[in-house]
């Protein structure tokens, strides 16, 4: 029988995003196959979180809470690394033996954990941060130099690396050519968790599922566009019978999010279709559900996304989806079995949702391949197996990463 390990998770702030569900999933995932898991964060916001992150079923400590988010409305990437470099120090000043700490977002809490503690340390690259930031010249080029500098010499300090996609791998290996290929681990969802049920055929009402948050580099834009091109794509009478729900979160005391939303409903009423489009706001995993089971389809519309989980719930919910043909979903959907890949360009998604609107049939058979899809291959089971594997190699010093898998 294989020993329990003691595994600590160094993250900056758990709120809702795509990175705190894969460090929740994969806390609970390591503490289900027996091992023992605390979470160390700067902050955790109770009221716009993940249940796991506050209903006591993982150990979750907050360090550093006190220390600023900003300074005098700036200085945001400096405060996020001082705040982490924080809560990982406090996790190693414990006294507990921890055998693995997983890092996150903030690889500059790397060089802290491997001077103060003997623990094997994986890091989990989202998406190279440099890439994220804003590219100025001037002032802002000096001041981004330490930050991108100290981001690739602490990721070069961690025993393993691992990425979300080969489409992140591939962008690691352009932004840090000097570091050794990481491993690939697919984030996976919880398939048992979505229902099968059927797409509301008794209605008369085609929705088309719109998931993500209110944030301008979602493109929501183009689902909106979407719609408006499909009056020449489909006829009259079933155009008028197509709606479009976005389905976004949205944190009310941030503002970029409910600008977004007013720009979305001021372009549907610009285009001519703001009776078809109906905004839900923050949906919790109840309501997201419900509305996976009555949608015809889902319409995912970043660009260059790092993985996106949106694709991988529509299938499991066995819904069709149309996505843009690069990044994450380029990998998790099989065009023309799963959904459609497509440019992201209104005509090309207004014709891949008339197929799915004039052709329920189709739009079934596509959801059922989907659902199979995603059990065999990103399942929140999957995703454990193959995470409690990475971690027994680690610790036996064995680590099989040089390829991608």
Avoid at 85 to 99: G, Q
């Amino acid at each position: 029988m294989r020993r329990a390990l003691r595994i600590g998770f160094v993250h900056p702030q758990l709120g809702v995003g795509g990175a705190e569900r894969l460090v929740l999933d994969a806390a609970t995932c390591l503490q289900q196959a027996g091992h023992r898991v605390t979470i160390v964060t700067s902050r955790l916001d109770r009221d716009h979180c993940f249940a796991a992150a506050r209903d006591g079923s993982i150990e979750v400590r907050v360090r550093g809470d006190f220390l600023p988010l900003q300074i005098a409305g700036r200085l945001l990437a400096p405060c996020n690394i001082g705040r982490t470099c924080y809560a990982a120090l406090r996790l190693a000043l414990t006294r507990e033996h921890f055998d693995v700490i997983f890092a996150d977002l903030v690889s500059q809490s790397i060089p802290v954990l491997r001077l103060m503690t003997p623990a094997k340390i994986i890091f989990y690259c989202h998406f190279p941060d440099r890439l994220l930031a804003a590219q100025r010249g001037g002032l802002y080029r000096w001041y981004r130099a330490p930050i991108d500098w100290s981001e690739r010499v602490a990721i070069g300090m961690a025993h393993l690396v691992l990425v979300n996609s080969r489409f992140t791998a591939s962008e690691m290996k352009r932004t840090f050519p000097r570091l050794g290929a990481p491993r690939l681990l697919y984030p996976g969802v919880e398939v048992a968790g979505f229902g099968q049920n059927g797409d509301g055929a008794g209605e008369d009402t085609i929705t088309m599922l719109s998931i993500g948050r209110f944030d301008p580099r979602k493109n929501v834009r183009l689902a909106i566009e979407a719609l408006a091109a499909l009056d020449h794509a489909l006829p009259l009478a079933i155009a008028s019978r197509v709606r479009l729900v976005i389905a976004g979160g949205l944190d009310p005391r941030a503002v970029e999010p409910a600008r977004t939303r007013r720009e979305l409903e001021a372009l549907a009423q610009r285009r001519g279709v703001a009776a078809q489009v109906v905004f839900r706001t923050s949906p919790d995993d109840g309501e997201l559900r419900e509305l996976l089971s009555r949608c015809r389809c889902v319409v995912y519309t970043p660009e260059y996304e790092h993985f996106g989980y949106g694709p991988l719930e529509a299938m499991a919910a066995s819904r069709a989806v149309v996505a843009v043909n690069n990044g994450g979903p380029a990998e998790t959907i099989v065009d023309g079995v799963t959904g459609f890949l497509c440019p992201p360009e209104p005509e090309a998604f207004g014709a891949a949702l008339a197929v799915l609107a004039s052709d329920p049939a189709r739009a079934e058979r596509m959801g059922r391949a989907g659902r199979e899809h995603v059990a065999g291959k990103f399942s929140k089971v999957a995703f454990g197996a193959k995470l409690e594997q990475i971690v027994e190699e680690t610790i036996s010093n064995s680590p099989e990463y040089r390829t991608l898998e």
